[in-house]
Nanobody, 125 residues
């Protein structure tokens, strides 16, 4: 069983920064790609960013491009999301997800098999 545990969320003022972490564990965990999604109250879960575990290829949602940076530490089985220049509209629960099978770089929730429980990010004005 693969387990994903997010951390690093919190309350921050607009313009501030946070760093989210997602630690992966499991008996035979081997990711092809890991991604971040977020879900604001009353809204659907939306894609934020993805990184492939081998080559480190990245894709970002337009809404976070230039402000958020996704990275990974293969040795620690941990993925990160650096959130800079935060806006009130970034307020959401942030989820990490993992996909183990190869294919196109996944940018939709249905392409991921494993999910964390989420960490809250709140940005005040």
């Amino acid at each position: 069983q693969v387990q994903l545990v997010e951390s690093g969320g919190g309350l921050v003022q607009a313009g501030g920064s946070l760093r989210l972490s997602c630690a992966a564990s499991g008996r035979t965990f081997s990711a092809y790609a890991m991604g971040w999604f977020r879900q604001a109250p009353g809204k659907e879960r939306e894609f934020v960013a993805v990184i492939t575990w081998g080559r480190g290829e990245t894709i970002y949602a337009d809404s976070v491009k230039g402000r958020f940076t996704i990275s990974r530490d293969n040795a620690k089985n941990t993925m990160y999301l650096q959130l800079n220049s935060l806006k009130t509209e970034d307020t959401a629960v942030y989820y990490c997800a993992a996909r183990s099978s190869f294919g196109v770089i996944p940018t939709t929730a249905r392409q991921y098999a494993y999910w964390g429980q989420g960490t809250q990010v709140a940005v005040s004005s």
